[in-house]
């Protein structure tokens, strides 16, 4: 019902920024709430933002000050700019859609933040 594609990761110096792009379609793009998630080696994956269609964001406290999510209706797309990036920010990131029924996640494009 949904296939999200992530783009825009690759690898960055502490301190810079990425700007990571998600484009939903299917029959549920265009209503669900998208978010971002993300999961380092060995640990356990984190919500990182989220943001409904009417424009209601939320962020992790990791993130917060640094990570904008936002969101083009009109086009199906997510984007989640990061900035003052960190070594532990380094992760997949995956892009996340959920409907009332169901919660859809992308394949993930990996970030890499060099010291």
């Known amino acids: 019902q949904v296939q999200l594609v992530e783009s825009g990761g690759g690898l960055v110096q502490a301190g810079g920024s990425l700007r990571l792009s998600c484009a939903a379609s299917g029959t549920a793009g265009s209503i669900c709430a998208l978010g971002w998630g993300r999961q380092a080696p060995g640990k356990q994956r984190e919500l990182v933002a989220t943001?409904?269609?009417?424009?209601?964001?939320t962020y992790a406290d990791s993130v917060k000050g640094r990570f904008t999510i936002s969101r083009d209706n009109a086009k199906n797309m997510a984007y989640l700019q990061m900035n003052s990036l960190k070594p532990e920010d380094t992760a997949v990131y995956y892009c996340?859609?959920?409907?009332?029924?169901?919660?859809?996640w992308g394949q993930g494009t990996q970030v890499t933040v060099s010291s």
């Open positions: 996340k859609c959920s409907t009332a029924f169901n919660n859809y």
């Open positions: 943001i409904t269609r009417g424009g209601s964001t």
